[in-house]
């Protein structure tokens, strides 16, 4: 079976632009969760989808959103980037039912650079 | 406020040496905790994780954790370490809605020397 992949892998952008990244799960799992891991605050949680709705969100700004497919694929955009959005974004998918069914297997990451 | 202390930067370990990583959680309900690794530009790896049950959990590549309710602890620990654990090390507790909302340590980097 696949693992979940992640596109691109490497992006560069800059300032005040937008960037989009894709995570394909891992065929029947319905959850998607994307993460953010920088030197300074380590692994943080952005916001995870089941089923195409948002089941719960961390503590990010607007400018953060997501979204999933019918067939669990999910998108993750930045607008109005910043330097700080520099980082490691890693995509996680899990079955998502219940709370002992939930351990999230994690993509390769995209490394985003803003200049 | 949901958290996880992994109290060690970074460990070092001679290679034959027995490990242990530590992690301390503060969560209301009953915790469900993993550890992960990463290894440089790699994504994170489940080593192993604690739903409920016997509170000593066995992982892939020799490793296990024993969950401690009193101490809010679940320290990983292998036996006897090979160079290629070299690695960093994650500690986490699911929240939110379906435990799917990880919250992750700082990471503990381990260098293992020969």
């Known amino acids: 079976k696949a693992g979940v992949t992640q596109t691109p892998r490497y992006l560069i952008k800059t300032r005040g632009q937008q960037v989009t990244l894709s995570c394909s799960p891992i065929s029947g799992h319905r959850s998607v969760s994307w993460y953010q891991q920088t030197p300074g605050q380590g692994l943080q949680f952005l916001f995870e989808y089941f089923s195409e709705t948002q089941r719960n969100k961390g503590n990010f700004p607007g400018r953060f959103s997501g979204r999933q497919f019918s067939n669990s694929r999910s998108e993750m955009n930045v607008s109005t980037l910043e330097l700080g959005d520099s980082a490691l974004y890693l995509c996680a998918s899990s079955l998502g039912g219940g709370r002992s069914n939930n351990e999230q297997f994690f993509g390769p990451g995209t490394r985003l650079t803003v200049l | 406020a949901q958290s996880v202390t992994q109290p060690d930067i970074h460990i070092t370990v001679s290679e034959g040496a027995s490990l242990e990583l530590r992690c301390n959680y503060s969560?209301?309900?009953?915790?469900?905790l993993f550890w992960y690794v990463q290894s440089p530009g790699q994504g994170l790896q489940l080593l192993l994780k604690?739903?409920?049950?016997?509170?000593l959990v066995q992982g892939i590549k020799g490793f296990e954790a024993e969950f401690k309710r009193s101490q809010s602890s679940f320290n990983l620990r292998k036996p006897s370490v090979h160079w290629s654990d070299a690695a960093e090390y994650f500690c986490?507790?699911?929240?939110?809605?379906?435990?799917?909302?990880?919250?992750f340590g700082k990471g503990t980097t381990l260098s293992v020397s020969s």
């Open positions: 969560y209301g309900a009953t915790p469900y």
């Open positions: 986490a507790v699911g929240a939110g809605q379906a435990g799917t909302a990880l919250i």
């Open positions: 604690y739903f409920s049950g016997d509170t």
